[in-house]
């Protein structure tokens, strides 16, 4: 006990501490999101649900505990990219449910490691500049809130609304913006951002962001929240 202790207390040591919790938590959390996912894919009807509730789950666990724990550390980039390398096996060893149909899977394989590049490459930039931790966020959360929104919305109203490329519809669309906007949102209450001084440029964003979704096809998991984010340092 007067080891730990003596870890503890010394600064240097307690930034090591941090890091390591920072590190048991993101990992604890992320792996409970696969017997959940498991079960509601197991359970419910709507296939999509179950990949979108871990979608949302996964992005922004690492995002945020990442800002709590790694932040200011080369660890900002290295935990995106170990999450990265570890969906992507999971993946591959059948451990994680895609929740789609058989039929629709095809190249959509690359998107769970297309979902984690784009966190590894938005950390960079967090990484380079600690004030863009907030663009970092804005561009996960938009791909996690706004796409997973969009998906649920389309499948099931998408046959009433407008189609758009890529078999997407407007009221998905629609869905994502508002999706998006509050995802920015709980960010800026995470970082005690004002949210009406860059409320226009949020709107902006989630509108971006939408026609990115829409045009970018098997790549969106990867190039919502890179356009995103890298707009968001332009703007903001």
């Given at each position: 006990m007067r080891w730990l202790y003596d870890k503890i207390i010394k600064k240097g040591d307690w930034v090591m501490s941090k890091i390591f919790l920072g590190y048991m938590i993101i990992a604890t959390l992320e792996l409970l999101i696969l017997p959940v996912e498991t079960w509601l894919h197991n359970n419910l009807e709507n296939k999509e649900i179950a990949r979108k509730w871990g979608h949302i789950l996964c992005g922004t666990i690492l995002w945020t505990f990442s800002y709590i724990f790694l932040k200011d550390t080369v660890h900002t980039m290295i935990a995106p990219f170990i999450y990265t390398i570890g969906v992507t096996t999971l993946d591959k060893l059948?451990?994680?449910?895609?929740?789609?149909?058989?039929?629709?899977?095809?190249?959509?394989?690359?998107?769970?490691?297309?979902?984690?590049?784009?966190?590894?490459?938005?950390?960079?930039?967090?990484?380079?500049?600690?004030?863009?931790?907030?663009?970092?966020?804005?561009g996960v959360f938009s791909i996690c809130f706004g796409d997973a929104l969009a998906a649920l919305v389309g499948r099931k109203y998408g046959k009433y609304s407008i189609p758009l490329p890529n078999h997407k519809s407007l009221i998905g669309s629609?869905?994502?913006?508002?999706?998006?906007?509050?995802?920015?949102?709980?960010?800026?209450?995470?970082?005690?951002?004002?949210?009406?001084?860059?409320?226009?440029?949020?709107?902006?964003?989630?509108?971006?962001?939408?026609?990115?979704?829409?045009?970018?096809?098997?790549?969106?998991?990867?190039?919502?929240?890179?356009?995103?984010?890298?707009?968001?340092?332009?703007?903001?």
């Open positions: 059948g451990c994680v449910s895609d929740g789609r149909e058989d039929n629709e899977i095809g190249d959509n394989k690359k998107a769970t490691p297309l979902f984690g590049i784009g966190f590894f490459v938005l950390s960079v930039f967090a990484y380079i500049n600690p004030e863009w931790w907030l663009c970092y966020g804005l629609i869905g994502f913006v508002i999706a998006s906007i509050i995802g920015m949102i709980i960010v800026c209450l995470i970082l005690g951002q004002n949210i009406l001084a860059i409320l226009p440029q949020i709107i902006v964003l989630s509108i971006i962001g939408s026609i990115v979704e829409v045009i970018s096809g098997d790549w969106d998991n990867f190039l919502i929240q890179v356009v995103v984010g890298i707009i968001a340092i332009i703007i903001i």
